[in-house]
C-alpha cells in the first residue's frame, strides 16, 4: 500500500518507457533500502543481546556474537578495519599462528596446527567484537550503551543473589536442561546472624571471573557519582550511593584480588585524566570526596574485620597470607624457563598444559622438597597474561599485548568523548594490571566485554557525524 502511494505521488499516471524504467529502478532501490534496515535492527538487536547475556551465560553471549557478525558483514554501511587496536590485535593472533606453524615444521602437525582451533587462537571470534562496536553509528551507538547499564544491573543482581546460595546459581539454570555432575556449591565463608554467606560469583563458574567483570564498571560508576555530586547535589544521589555501597560488599566478598588490584589502578587513571587531563573536577573536591569515601572504607572494613566469617576476606587485603599466594609464584616460577627456551614462538598456542607439566617436573627432580608444591598448582595457565603470552608464542606477542594498553592510554587522555560517559572504558586500563595475577586475557566471559569496550572507545561515528552536520550548516 505504502509502495503504491509513493509511485503516484511522484510519477505521472502516463508513463513512457524512460518513465517504467525509473519506477522499476526506485522499486529495486526502495527494497533493497528496507532490506537493509532489517539487516541493521537484526546486527544490533543481536549484539545487544550479546553484551547483556555476557552477564549470564558466555554461550549464548558468544552465539550472538557471532550472529551479528554475519548481519554486519551483510550491511551495506562503510566499515572501518583500520585501527591501531585492530593491527595490534590481528598481529597478537597473528604471532599465535606463526607459533603454531613453527611447532607443526619442528615437532609435527599433532603439536602444532591441529592444536590451533582448541587453543588461545580461537578467541579470534571475540576479537571481532572490537570492529562491531566500532563501527555502530551515534543511534546504535546509545542503545548498546544501555545495554551495558543492563548488564551492570545484572551482575549486581546476580551477585547479590549468590551471597545467600548454597548451590551456584548457573547450575540451578543448567539443572533444567540437563543433570549435573560436577561440582554444585558455592564456596561458604559462614553464617551472620544464622545467615550463610558465600562468596558472590553470580552466574559464573568462578569467583575471579566474576571479579574481572565487575571490575570493568566499578570505576566507572565510582566517576559518575563523583559527577553527579557536582552537578546535581546529595539528594540526587543516593540511589547510585546505595548501588555503589552494595557492590562494594560484593566485591569484597569476592576476594578477587587480581580484580581489586585493577579496580585501584583504574581509579588511579580515572582521577588523573578527571582532576589533571580534563580538569572537570578540582583538586580540592576530589581530595574531599576521597577522604569520606576512604573513611567509610575504614568503618565498613573495620566491622568486617571483626566477624569470623567476613575477616577472612580482609586480612588477606591487609597483609595477611592466603593460600593461593605460594600458588602463582610456583606457577610463575615453572613458566620461566619456558620462556627461556622459546623467546621468539613461545612453546606453541594449546601446549601451555603439557609443556608446564613437564617442566614441573624438572623442577621436582631438581628441589624435591618442593615436589608436592610443583604438583598440586594448577598448570592450566600461567596466572599472568604477560607471562602466558611470553609463554606460548613468544616475548613479542608479550610486547604487543603492553602496545594494545600504551592505545588505550593514549585514546582516553585525548578527550575525544564526553564526560562521565569516557569512565566506563578506565575499566579497561585495569584490566592491564589485574591480567598481572590472573591470565583475564583467556577468560572468555571477560575477555568478550574487552573487546567490545574497546571498539566503543576507538568508535569516532559520533564526532564524525557532528563535524559533518556542522559544515552542511
Known amino acids: 500500500m505504502f509502495r503504491k502511494v509513493l509511485y503516484r505521488k511522484t510519477y505521472p499516471v502516463n508513463l513512457g518507457k524512460e518513465g517504467v524504467s525509473e519506477v522499476h529502478d526506485f522499486h529495486k532501490f526502495y527494497i533493497r533500502k528496507r532490506a537493509n534496515m532489517r539487516n541493521k535492527k537484526i546486527f544490533l538487536f543481536c ?149 550463610r554467606i558465600s562468596v558472590p560469583i553470580g552466574l559464573m563458574n568462578t569467583h575471579l571471573t ?18 553527579k555530586l557536582k552537578t546535581r547535589g546529595l539528594k540526587h544521589s543516593i540511589p547510585l550511593i546505595i548501588f555503589l555501597t552494595v557492590l562494594s560488599i560484593i566485591i569484597l566478598l569476592n576476594n578477587a584480588r587480581s580484580a581489586m588490584f585493577g579496580i585501584f589502578f583504574s581509579l588511579c587513571f580515572g582521577t588523573l585524566d578527571t582532576v589533571w587531563n580534563r580538569e572537570i573536577i578540582s583538586k580540592k573536591r576530589i581530595l574531599k570526596l576521597a577522604t569520606y569515601s576512604f573513611s567509610f572504607m575504614i568503618i565498613l572494613v573495620s566491622i568486617l574485620y571483626f566477624n569470623d566469617t567476613t575477616s577472612k576476606t580482609i586480612k588477606p587485603l591487609l597483609g595477611a597470607e592466603k593460600h593461593t599466594d605460594s600458588g602463582r609464584t610456583f606457577i610463575w616460577n615453572s613458566s620461566f624457563p619456558m620462556i627461556l627456551k622459546n623467546p621468539i614462538f613461545g612453546v606453541g598456542p594449546g601446549r601451555y598444559d603439557k609443556e608446564n607439566s613437564l617442566e614441573r617436573k624438572n623442577l621436582s627432580e631438581e628441589k624435591q622438597e618442593l615436589a608436592f608444591f610443583y604438583q598440586v598448582s594448577q598448570t592450566g595457565h600461567a596466572h599472568n597474561d604477560y607471562f602466558h603470552l611470553a609463554t606460548v608464542s613468544g616475548i613479542p606477542t608479550a610486547i604487543i599485548f603492553i602496545l594494545i594498553l600504551f592505545f588505550i592510554m593514549k585514546e582516553l587522555l585525548s578527550k575525544n568523548h564526553t564526560y562521565p560517559q569516557t569512565a566506563i572504558f578506565y575499566g579497561l586500563v585495569g584490566f592491564f594490571f589485574a591480567s598481572t595475577l590472573q591470565c583475564y586475557f583467556q577468560d572468555d566471559e571477560v575477555v568478550i566485554l574487552f573487546w567490545y569496550l574497546c571498539g566503543l572507545l576507538f568508535n569516532k561515528r559520533e564526532n564524525e557525524e557532528k563535524t559533518i552536520q556542522v559544515s552542511e550548516a
Not at 592444536?115 to 571481532?128: M, Q, V
Not at 566474576?210 to 559527577?227: D, K
Open 47 to 195: 549484539l545487544n543481546v550479546s553484551i547483556i547475556f555476557s552477564a549470564l551465560s558466555i554461550s549464548i553471549s558468544q552465539g550472538f556474537l557471532f550472529l551479528s557478525l554475519l548481519f554486519f558483514l551483510i550491511d551495506k554501511r562503510e566499515k572501518k578495519w583500520v585501527n591501531p587496536v585492530s593491527i595490534l590485535g590481528f598481529l597478537l593472533f597473528a604471532s599465535y599462528l606463526a607459533s603454531s606453524v613453527y611447532h607443526s615444521f619442528t615437532l609435527g602437525m599433532d603439536e602444532g596446527l591441529k592444536l590451533l582451533p582448541k587453543s588461545e587462537f580461537k578467541d579470534i571470534i571475540l576479537f571481532f567484537g572490537f570492529f562491531l562496536t566500532l563501527n555502530l553509528d551515534s543511534y546504535e551507538r546509545k542503545r548498546v550503551m544501555n545495554s551495558f547499564q543492563i548488564l551492570i544491573l545484572l551482575l549486581v543482581i546476580t551477585g547479590l543473589v549468590s551471597i545467600f546460595t548454597e548451590v551456584r546459581l548457573a547450575v540451578r539454570i543448567n539443572e533444567l536442561f540437563r543433570e549435573i555432575k560436577t561440582w554444585r556449591f558455592t564456596h561458604h565463608y559462614g553464617d551472620i546472624l544464622n545467615i
Open 210 to 227: 566474576f571479579g574481572g567483570l565487575l571490575a570493568f564498571f566499578f570505576p566507572y560508576l565510582i566517576f559518575t557519582l563523583v559527577f
